[in-house]
């Protein structure tokens, strides 16, 4: 059956929005999607109808804001194959998970002279956390590099693996590249050598199937944002084994059991990592994306994006001034296009599909500074891809290229 992005656009009330007359066309996706209405519904019933404090109320109304919420993680298990819900901690998105990783696995297990092996394509929310928890244990960051195609090789990631190496640490789709990585070789690598993987699933699991068992991770961290849901909620899969190593991250109500004045002990997986009142509503908004994205399917949603890409790749390939970066075989990526056009600043770009075109693009060095200097630009413009994107939304995209190229010619 064929993909239909246009029918599924119309659940999207922000996409039927026009700017001077013209249909947005919104490829700013990476950094975050739409919202569809059943999830807007999902998190405003949420309030209208069940909205308690978590965990704490006697009352029937909490007892059942409780179970939404629990459901909720349930279902964000079910959606990453997690053995338990003991597995699943909600934060804010994927750098809260990160960082909830950096320190209360990373300041327990990490010693002077250890190793985290990371790559040079890492967004700044994976790559920060550990240059903070390096500097602090006298720790060695090691990267695996970013190949001209811009894929890594296994060989060389293998290398870099060795007895002193605690921790892994990559994306499974580059936001900038769309390259998705080996995670499943690499865990196996990791295990190998004894170390332990964590998967920044940020722009993977929007987009593709996931399994975190399958891969063999130890972590995995997603945005609820890239998602579909709502901002301000994410997630943090941690395998058992290694979550029952782990000392808190904050300190605060619903994580303990008991208080002392002078000490305090844990309440039970996975609530000892959610200190405070957590966002139970938006987690009721990922539950309703997740949804959302099961009933589309996730493999005929990557298919679509693949076509996509293969679409876009083909019209930007085909014009002189472009210039693509990222792996040419579609097999081995996800749906982001980065490019630059040849005399005309990424941000001008921007600018000018959006004033012109009302076509919605970043332009930056999209949080990967790192990966910028390898490439050798100082920024990119950047289109990806979802369920909604049809390949209208590239014709548009190319002929606004087209303007802004005669703009900067005069
Ligand atoms: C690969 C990757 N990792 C992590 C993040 C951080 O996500 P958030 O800002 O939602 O925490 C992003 C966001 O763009 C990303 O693309």
Redesign the pocket.
């Known amino acids: 059956m064929r993909f239909d992005a246009a029918g599924l656009r119309k659940e999207f009330p922000i996409l039927s929005r026009e700017f001077d007359g013209k249909r947005l066309v919104y490829l700013d996706n990476?950094?975050?999607t739409q919202k569809p209405r059943a999830v807007i519904d999902a998190v405003s019933r949420f309030y209208e109808h069940s909205n308690a404090n978590v965990h704490r109320g006697a009352y029937r109304l909490a007892e059942e804001s409780t179970a939404a919420y629990e459901g909720a993680r349930e279902k964000v298990r079910g959606f990453l194959n997690a053995a338990s819900v003991e597995e699943i901690i909600f934060t804010?998105?994927?750098?809260?998970?990160?960082n909830l990783v950096a320190y209360a696995w990373g300041r327990k297990h990490v010693a002077e002279g250890d190793e985290i092996v990371l790559t040079e394509m890492?967004?700044?929310?994976?790559l920060v956390p550990w240059q903070l928890l390096a500097q602090e244990k006298k720790a060695v960051l090691r990267f695996v590099p970013v190949e001209n195609d811009g894929t890594i090789d296994v060989t060389r990631a293998a290398a870099l693996i060795t007895p002193r190496t605690r921790l892994v640490s990559m994306?499974?789709?580059?936001?900038v590249l769309g390259t998705i990585n080996p995670v499943r070789r690499i865990a196996e690598l990791a295990r190998e050598r004894g170390a332990l993987l964590l998967v920044?699933?940020?722009?993977s699991v929007p987009h593709m199937a996931v399994d975190v068992r399958d891969i063999g991770c130890d972590f995995f961290?997603l945005?609820?944002?890239?998602m579909l849901a709502p901002?301000g909620i994410?997630a943090l899969y941690v395998r058992k084994a290694v979550l029952e190593t782990m000392p808190p991250f904050h300190g605060g109500g619903d994580m303990i059991r008991q208080v002392f004045l002078d000490h305090a002990t844990w309440n039970d997986l996975p609530w000892k990592f959610e200190a405070g009142t957590p966002n139970f509503a938006d987690a009721v908004g990922l539950a309703a994306a997740i949804d959302f994205l099961s009933a589309v399917g996730l493999d005929a949603l990557q298919e679509h994006e693949r076509a996509l890409t293969g679409y876009a790749i083909g019209r930007l390939g085909e014009m002189a001034g472009v210039t693509l970066y990222g792996p040419r075989d579609v097999a081995l990526r996800g749906g982001v296009v980065s490019f630059n056009v040849e005399g005309v600043h990424p941000h001008d770009l921007a600018t000018i599909l959006d004033r012109e075109s009302a076509v919605a693009i970043r332009a930056g060095h999209?949080?990967?500074q790192p990966l910028m200097k390898r490439l050798n630009v100082a920024a990119t413009a950047r289109a990806g891809f979802y369920l909604y994107n049809v390949e209208e939304d590239i014709d548009r995209l190319v002929e606004g290229i087209h303007k802004a190229e005669e703009i900067f010619k005069t």
């Open positions: 990476p950094a975050t804010r998105g994927a750098t809260e998970s990160i890492e967004h700044h929310s994976n994306t499974q789709v580059s936001n920044d699933g940020a722009q961290v945005s609820g944002h890239k901002t994410g999209h949080c990967a």
